[in-house]
């Protein structure tokens, strides 16, 4: 049973949301037309970048947890984990918005976004020896720039709200892959090529990538909501 835990992890994240997506209140699945545009988007940033750090030996995948199926030099079960995540977090992130009325960090969200940028290249700029490291938290920081300075959506406090609570199942799948609870790691790293901060097995540079990844798809998420609502169409 050990080939199955990857899947088994990806199935547990996405299982609830996705069965939750209809619940008759929320209808999440009445966002699927602008949910999967923006995950697919996002994959093609994130895909060839696993395939360049798998390659590179950034990190590496356990056999003894995999299928043995894999698409390019990647896992089925690492394709799947850029379908299951971001859906259990984009779908966090509408039930957010429907029970939470008040956005209670978009005052500050401007702030956090400015401050975050800045600590990441400064970090980033700091580690360039380290590929993890320098990659993540440059590209998240100049991805957050981006957004202060050229997108300044209106959601950046919802988002944030939003990775703040989904740090309690992260901690629980990033955990799980990166050998907690379990004998071997799913996912192992060169700890030469990061700052070797782990929050309980998890390296550090994993919430920033986590980061990115989330938020890239939020920004395709709501680019392609306000389109199709300024057309004049009805969300309902």
């Known amino acids: 049973m050990d080939k199955w835990l990857y899947v088994f992890i990806n199935l547990g994240a996405i299982g609830i949301p996705f069965i939750a997506s209809f619940d008759k209140r929320l209808r999440f699945d009445k966002q699927w037309r602008f949910l999967f545009p923006a995950m697919l988007l996002t994959m093609v940033v994130f895909i060839p970048w696993d395939m360049a750090k798998t390659y590179l030996e950034v990190w590496g995948f356990n056999p003894r947890y995999l299928l043995g199926i894999y698409i390019g030099n990647l896992p089925i079960e690492e394709w799947m984990f850029f379908i299951a995540i971001p859906y259990a977090c984009l779908f966090t992130y509408h039930s957010l918005n429907f029970l939470v009325k008040k956005d209670h960090l978009g005052k500050y969200a401007q702030r956090i976004t400015l401050v975050a940028a800045i600590l990441l290249l400064f970090i ?23 957004h202060r300075f050229v997108v300044k959506g209106a959601y950046m406090g919802r988002f944030f709200l939003m990775y703040l609570v989904t740090l309690i199942p992260f901690f629980i799948v990033n955990g799980l892959l990166t050998g907690s609870f379990i004998p071997e790691e799913v996912v192992f790293y060169d700890n030469t090529q990061n700052l070797g901060i782990r929050l309980g097995t998890i390296p550090v540079e994993d919430m920033v990538y986590g980061l990115l990844m989330l938020l890239m798809n939020v920004t395709w998420f709501e680019f392609f909501r306000n389109k199709f609502k300024s057309s004049g169409n009805s969300i309902s």
């Open 124 to 146: 980033g700029l700091m580690n360039t020896g380290r590929l993890y490291t320098s990659v993540t938290f440059i590209s998240t920081g100049l991805f957050l720039l981006f």
